[in-house]
C-alpha cells in the first residue's frame, strides 16, 4: 500500500500520479517485470553514505550504481552504499527497501542518474513490495529538485 506521508505529498501538491499492483517482488528486474513497466522507466532508490550521511540515488532498474564513478561526480572518495540494516529505521512508514525517492520528505539529499531525465514518465516503489507510483518525471523533479548527476 502506497505510504500516507507519500500519497499525502503527492495529493497536497496536486500530482497526477497511478498506483501499479503486482505481485510481490523485490529487485528492481523482478518488480519491472511483475508491473509490465520498461526497466529503463522503472526508478530504483539507493541509499548511500556521503561523508557519512544517507542520500538517495535515483536510477534505472536497468543501471548500478558505480561507487567510483559517483565520487567523482559528487567530489569526494566517502561514499558507499549502504547496508538495509543502515537506513531501514529511517523509512518507518516503508516495507524495508521499498522507499520512494522523495528523499526531500527524509532529510537527505536526491542525486538522479541524467538517463531519468529522458522518460516523459517514470514508475517507483509506493513503500510496499506490491504497489509502484507513476508519474511525469517532470512533477517528480519539480517536488524533489534532485541534483542530477553529470555525466563522467
Given at each position: 500500500?502506497?505510504?500516507?506521508?507519500?500519497?499525502?505529498?503527492?495529493?497536497?501538491?496536486?500530482?497526477?500520479?497511478?498506483?501499479?499492483?503486482?505481485?510481490?517482488?523485490?529487485?528492481?528486474?523482478?518488480?519491472?517485470?511483475?508491473?509490465?513497466?520498461?526497466?529503463?522507466?522503472?526508478?530504483?532508490?539507493?541509499?548511500?553514505?556521503?561523508?557519512?550521511?544517507?542520500?538517495?540515488?535515483?536510477?534505472?532498474?536497468?543501471?548500478?550504481?558505480?561507487?567510483?564513478?559517483?565520487?567523482?561526480?559528487?567530489?569526494?572518495?566517502?561514499?558507499?552504499i549502504a547496508r538495509?540494516?543502515?537506513?531501514?529505521?529511517?523509512?518507518?512508514?516503508?516495507?524495508?527497501?521499498?522507499?520512494?525517492?522523495?528523499?526531500?520528505?527524509?532529510?537527505?539529499?536526491?542525486?538522479?542518474?541524467?538517463?531519468?531525465?529522458?522518460?516523459?514518465?517514470?514508475?517507483?516503489n509506493a513503500g510496499?513490495?506490491?504497489?509502484?507510483?507513476?508519474?511525469?518525471?517532470?512533477?517528480?523533479?519539480?517536488?524533489?529538485?534532485?541534483?542530477?548527476?553529470?555525466?563522467?
Amino acid at each position: 500500500m502506497i505510504s500516507l506521508r507519500t500519497r499525502s505529498f503527492l495529493d497536497e501538491h496536486g500530482i497526477k500520479y497511478v498506483t501499479i499492483q503486482h505481485s510481490t517482488a523485490y529487485t528492481a528486474q523482478e518488480i519491472a517485470a511483475s508491473a509490465h513497466v520498461p526497466g529503463r522507466e522503472l526508478a530504483k532508490t539507493v541509499i548511500v553514505k556521503i561523508e557519512g550521511k544517507p542520500a538517495m540515488v535515483v536510477l534505472p532498474a536497468s543501471n548500478r550504481v558505480s561507487v567510483a564513478e559517483l565520487q567523482g561526480l559528487v567530489g569526494t572518495p566517502n561514499v558507499k552504499i549502504a547496508r538495509e540494516a543502515d537506513f531501514a529505521k529511517l523509512f518507518p512508514d516503508c516495507e524495508p527497501g521499498a522507499m520512494p525517492p522523495f528523499g526531500n520528505l527524509y532529510g537527505m539529499d536526491v542525486y538522479v542518474d541524467p538517463d531519468l531525465t529522458k522518460d516523459e514518465i517514470i514508475a517507483f516503489n509506493a513503500g510496499s513490495h506490491t504497489e509502484l507510483i507513476a508519474l511525469r518525471y517532470r512533477d517528480f523533479e519539480r517536488l524533489v529538485e534532485p541534483k542530477v548527476l553529470a555525466t563522467a
